[in-house]
């Protein structure tokens, strides 16, 4: 067993870093159809989720965040992850998250999402905070506004359109 940190902590949930031993975790978790609807379509491959899991633990080396690994308390299973990455082109710090389609529906992603934000301008002084989102990823939106972020306009990255939104420290929605 490879050693966690845990990076916060919510009522329902521990967000913590990802190790080795969590392939199958992020494996499974892109493999309901539901979940892939806006991104990647396919289920992934062992090899795609480990690369995935390499880039995670890897953002969490050399930024201090990631996108984490999301334990529930009550069973300690890892039912989805939140955090931030880095845009490309110093864009930005991009908040993101993705749960198990068995969960959806109870604020699991609000609640983590919550925190994060939290954790990014309390503790990592994030001074802004973007989230960018399939336009058509309604839930996905509803989160972003329920945390008060504030939707700013559509834009493309890497050649697909997504609707920005922002939030910053000094003026949060
Ligand atoms: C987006 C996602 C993380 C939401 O997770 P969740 O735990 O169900 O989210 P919550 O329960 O905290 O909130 C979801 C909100 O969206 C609403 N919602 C869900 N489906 C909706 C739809 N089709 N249209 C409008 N609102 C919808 C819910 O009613 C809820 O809002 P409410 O509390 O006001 O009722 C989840 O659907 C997911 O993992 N999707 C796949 C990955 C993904 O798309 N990630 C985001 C990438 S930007």
Redesign the pocket.
């Known amino acids: 067993m490879k050693e966690k940190t845990i990076i916060l902590e919510t009522p329902r949930l521990l967000l913590q870093t990802w190790t080795e031993d969590d392939l199958e975790s992020l494996y499974a978790l892109y493999q309901h159809p ?2 892939l ?3 990647h379509n396919k289920p992934l491959t062992l090899p795609q989720a480990q690369r995935l899991l390499n880039e995670l633990i890897e953002h969490q080396k050399k930024h201090g965040f990631s996108l984490w690994a999301c334990q529930l308390k009550l069973t300690q299973q890892i039912i ?1 992850f939140a955090g931030f990455m880095t845009l490309e082109d110093n864009l930005g710090i991009d908040l ?5 389609r068995l ?9 983590a999402a919550k925190h994060c934000l939290n954790y990014g301008f309390n503790n990592l002084s994030f001074e802004r905070v973007l ?4 336009p058509n ?4 939106k ?2 972003l506004i ?1 945390i008060g972020m504030i939707f700013q306009k559509q834009i493309i990255y890497k050649n697909k359109p997504f609707d920005l939104y922002q939030i910053d420290k000094n003026y949060p929605g």
């Open positions: 539901d979940t609807k806006f991104y989805g993101g998250y993705h749960f198990t969960v959806w529906g109870q604020g699991f992603a609000t609640e989230a960018m989102t399939n990823n309604q839930a996905s509803r989160v329920k």
